[in-house]
């Protein structure tokens, strides 16, 4: 077995579309950075990279290629999923952390914890998911930036 370990952090600005994990999320500011700008689904491709022992996501798709420039993060999760696939790994479980001060994103979790399964080729009870705040302290808890941590444990598939 092998365990890899992923962290994102985006800064929430208006006139973009907030996606987690592959779901859009209604609220009236998204993420900013790299095409989507998922979290989520970065900090999972980080974390499954991280466990097969290949470069980060700024590494393998950097936003100067032309063929990632517009990359989604759902996208380049199904790239590092084939990847891990390829490489002789399957995710055995995959334990995620979202901390937002908002929106709120616990009714959003069956929804992102579906998608990411199908995303990672799992079933959900594979996949878990907690959505935290920060308490209203730093960054985070004025509701300028949302973070995720992801560890995945993976198992040999031959
Ligand atoms: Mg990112």
Redesign the pocket.
């Known amino acids: 077995m092998r365990i890899g370990l992923g962290y ?1 952090l ?1 800064r929430l600005v208006t006139g973009r579309k907030l996606m987690i994990g592959g779901v859009e999320i209604p609220f009236e500011r998204g993420l900013l ?2 095409s989507d ?1 998922d ?1 989520l689904a ?1 900090a999972v491709a980080d974390a499954l990279l991280g466990g097969i022992g290949l470069p980060d ?1 700024g590494q393998l798709f950097p936003d100067t290629d032309p063929l990632w420039k517009d990359a989604s993060g759902e996208t380049i999760l199904r790239r590092v999923t084939q990847l891990t696939r390829e490489a002789g790994w399957a995710v055995s479980n995959l334990d995620a952390v979202l901390i937002a001060e908002q929106p709120k994103l616990v009714p959003h979790k069956p929804a992102i914890r579906a998608r990411l399964a199908e995303l990672l080729g799992v079933g959900p009870e594979h996949v878990n998911l907690k959505a935290k705040t920060a308490e209203g302290i730093g960054v985070i808890g004025a509701g300028e930036a949302i973070a995720a941590h992801v560890v995945v444990l993976l198992k040999r598939t031959d």
């Open positions: 994102d985006h950075g790299h700008a979290v970065h996501i």
